[in-house]
């Protein structure tokens, strides 16, 4: 079996560069090269809003892609809380959070996919996450990452946690389904390892470093040492927006943070899991994009 990860779309319908081709680009060369799963690890919308997962999930079904043997997605910051746009909207971010109702974000974001969940098992009657699913051999185990918006200890809400509950939960649905399957596989959007900025843009890259500062992952060491206990083989993970096949902690992890957002605007990345053999061979291809350009009219 081979699977796909790509990570961090951002797709934002209120701008020009929406992100739209690239992920139809980088979906279409998935497709083309007989990949058998697909893992979204989050951020799929730039700003929180439905429009552009509307717009996303027309896109997957075009392309036979809202069916849970082809496609598994979990939820990314963004997808909840969105981001800051522009230097004016630092201001009004806290309370943009503030208005957020966390849960109602995260059960529309399921209810967008829901057909990519089908026959999932959920920890909780009143939670999405986590969950486990099955697609062939392979047990995936799925976290919400994103932390709860605070002023002042998650102020730019990037932050990311596996708190107790979600570790226990997730550690007992290992503990039922992970022996019956080959391999194991733990999503969430958030990273485990520090990462360096890769963005050149000067505003990009000042927001990303205030984000780098408040973009941690906390309890991360804890639920790395129950992934190794579990048997956990790989973790799949986005957020930080670089593309890497790294060791944490002994656990193999894959970042696909890069796959549409890497500073180049003519390249795409997409990270490839082959279970074929003994050892799982993950590698990172890059597809050359070129962007169709609209001509200015006068
Ligand atoms: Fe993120």
């Not at 932390?147 to 990311?160: D, K, L």
């Not at 470093?209 to 991360?220: D, F, G, S």
């Not at 890497?262 to 050359?288: C, F, Q, W, Y």
Request: proline letters at 2%.
């Amino acid at each position: 079996m081979k699977i796909a990860h790509i990570s961090d779309l951002h797709v934002n319908l209120d701008i020009r560069d929406t992100n739209l081709p690239e992920t139809e680009a980088a979906l279409d060369f998935i497709l083309d090269k007989g990949v058998d799963h697909i893992v979204l690890t989050g951020d799929l919308a730039d700003n929180g809003e439905l429009e552009a997962l509307e717009t996303l999930r027309e896109m997957f079904r075009r392309r036979d892609l809202l069916d849970r043997d082809r496609l598994t997605v979990v939820i990314g910051n963004h997808d909840i809380f969105g981001g800051v746009q522009n230097i004016e909207e630092i201001f009004d971010f806290p309370e943009k959070c503030r208005a957020v109702d966390f849960e109602e974000k995260v059960r529309a974001f399921h209810r967008m996919f829901i057909e990519t969940y089908e026959g999932a098992e959920y920890a909780r009657d009143d939670n999405p996450y986590p969950f486990a699913k099955r697609v062939g051999d392979v047990l995936f185990v799925a976290f919400n990452t994103v932390a709860r918006y605070s002023s002042t200890g998650n102020p730019f809400a990037s932050n990311g946690v596996i708190d107790d509950d979600q570790r226990e939960l997730a550690a007992a649905l290992l503990e039922r389904f992970g022996g019956e399957a080959d391999t194991r596989i733990v999503l969430t959007h958030h990273h485990f390892k520090k990462m360096k900025v890769v963005s050149r843009r000067w505003m990009q890259l000042m927001w990303e470093n205030v984000e780098n500062r408040t973009m941690k992952m906390r309890k991360r060491k804890k639920a790395a040492r129950m992934f190794k206990e579990r048997g956990v083989d790989f973790v799949m993970h986005g957020h930080v927006h670089d593309s890497e096949i790294y060791k944490w902690k002994e656990l193999d992890i894959s970042n696909a943070g890069a796959s549409i957002k890497n500073g180049k605007s003519d390249t795409l990345r997409v990270n490839i899991l082959d279970l074929a053999k003994k050892e799982i061979d993950a590698s990172i291809e890059k597809i050359s994009f070129k962007k169709q350009r609209k001509k200015l009219s006068a």
